[in-house]
Structure formats: structure tokens, C-alpha cells
């Protein structure tokens, strides 16, 4: 199962892009990026997945280097509201264990 | 929106009581997983499914039990509850083939007094 490494936090003020990079050296060629979204006593949730180059939807853009030892997960213009923690994790969708690791805690200020 | 449940969301429970935390999804999901979180942790695999009569435990090891006898339901027992099992308890699920796209449960907070 390839580790992840992300920054503990990290601060930003509203309107401001957060960009979050993770590393992942010894990740396999069935492995996908995944990133999730987790508020204060709620669930983790799904936000975005890519594999290579990047990916983009609704809340985030996924950027990921030809080599995929690391991937940078964007946030566009945050508010109040994204303040969360943010879990980069790698897998081939066949482990039953996902690490998600202590993420990377985003506070926003106004 | 995923459709997935868990009952109750708060309980306070004495110690030495027995509980079953309830999960259920209604998107027919075959993998089902019980991760264990306290405060500002990471969260911790405690068990999971892959189908029905299928039950493995995690990485972090719980005196609780699970069970799958039906696709949709993965409800953890907790035979005698201690102090020590005060944590936040999220339910999650996802469909083989969706490579770790996991849809989790809004989770409950188990206090044992």
C-alpha cells in the first residue's frame, strides 16, 4: 500500500486558492489518487480522484505530474465553509484497507 | 447524494452495557467498512465486508463483533461497553470496480460512562 506524506495544515483567507500537495514515491501503475473532505463530526467525503494529468470538477481541480510520485489537490477561491480536513489517499481499488493518515487540516480566515 | 445510515447518531451508555450501532446502505453496495475516530485523530479501520457472511477486522484492533447477513445492513456489536470505547464510529461503503470511492455515513458518537 503506497504512504502518503501531506502538510499537518495549512491557513488561507477567503477568495484565496489552497493548493495541497501530496506525496506518494512508491506508488503503483494500478494506483489512483483519491482525495476526500471531512468536516467536524462528519463522515469523510469523496471530492475528487485522478490517475494522471489533471483531473477537474465542481469543487476541486486534481493535478497530477507525469511521474505521479506527487499530486496537488486545488481548491478555488475558498470560503468559510472549506475549512475541513483533506485525506490524499492512493490505491488500486482492491485493498480492503484505506490509509487515510492524519490529512492536512485547511482553516480559512475571513 | 449517497444513501447510506447510521443509528443512533448520539449515545451515552453505562459501562458493562451492551449496544449495537446500526448501518445500512440502500445503494447495494458489496464492500462495507467500520472505522473508528476520536476527536482531531485519524480515523482507523476496525472491520469490514466484502458481501454477504463476509467479515474481516481492521488494522486497529476492537473488542467489538460485525456482521453481513444482508447486503444492505453491517451492524457492530459491542458486548460489554467500557470507558475506553468512547469514540465516533463511521460506517462506509463502496462498490468493487469503484476504486476507493468510499461513501461514508454521518457516523456516531458513542460516550461510555
Known amino acids: 500500500l503506497a504512504k502518503t506524506t501531506q502538510p499537518i495544515s495549512m491557513d488561507s483567507y477567503e477568495g484565496q486558492e489552497v493548493n495541497i500537495t501530496c506525496s506518494h514515491n512508491?506508488?503503483?501503475?494500478?494506483?489512483?489518487i483519491t482525495w476526500y473532505q471531512q468536516f467536524p463530526s462528519q463522515g469523510p467525503r469523496f471530492i475528487i480522484q485522478?490517475?494522471?494529468t489533471k483531473v477537474t470538477n465542481e469543487v476541486a481541480s486534481l493535478f497530477i505530474p507525469a511521474d505521479r510520485k506527487s499530486s496537488t489537490l486545488s481548491l478555488p477561491r475558498v470560503s468559510l465553509s472549506d475549512t475541513a480536513v483533506y485525506y490524499c489517499?492512493?490505491?488500486?481499488?482492491?485493498?480492503?484497507?484505506?490509509?487515510f493518515g492524519a490529512g492536512t487540516t485547511v482553516t480559512v480566515r475571513a | 447524494e449517497a444513501d447510506i445510515y447510521q443509528t443512533p447518531r448520539y449515545l451515552v451508555i453505562g459501562t458493562g452495557k451492551k449496544i449495537t450501532l446500526e448501518c445500512s446502505q440502500t445503494?447495494?453496495?458489496?464492500?462495507m467498512y467500520w472505522y473508528q475516530q476520536d476527536p482531531g485523530m485519524e480515523l482507523h479501520l476496525i472491520h469490514y465486508?466484502?458481501?454477504?457472511?463476509?467479515?474481516e477486522k481492521g488494522d486497529l484492533s476492537s473488542e467489538s463483533t460485525v456482521s453481513r447477513i444482508r447486503t444492505e445492513h453491517f451492524p457492530l456489536t459491542l458486548e460489554s461497553a467500557r470507558p475506553s470505547h468512547t469514540s465516533q464510529y463511521l460506517c462506509?461503503?463502496?462498490?468493487?470496480?469503484?476504486?476507493?470511492?468510499?461513501?461514508f455515513g454521518p457516523g456516531t458518537r458513542l460516550t461510555v460512562t
Open positions: 462506509a461503503s463502496t462498490q468493487s470496480g469503484q476504486r476507493d470511492e468510499q461513501y
Open positions: 489517499l492512493v490505491g488500486d481499488g482492491n485493498d480492503y484497507k484505506l490509509s
Open positions: 512508491n506508488i503503483a501503475t494500478n494506483d489512483y
Open positions: 485522478g490517475y494522471k
Open positions: 465486508s466484502y458481501g454477504v457472511n463476509s467479515t
Open positions: 445503494m447495494g453496495h458489496d464492500k
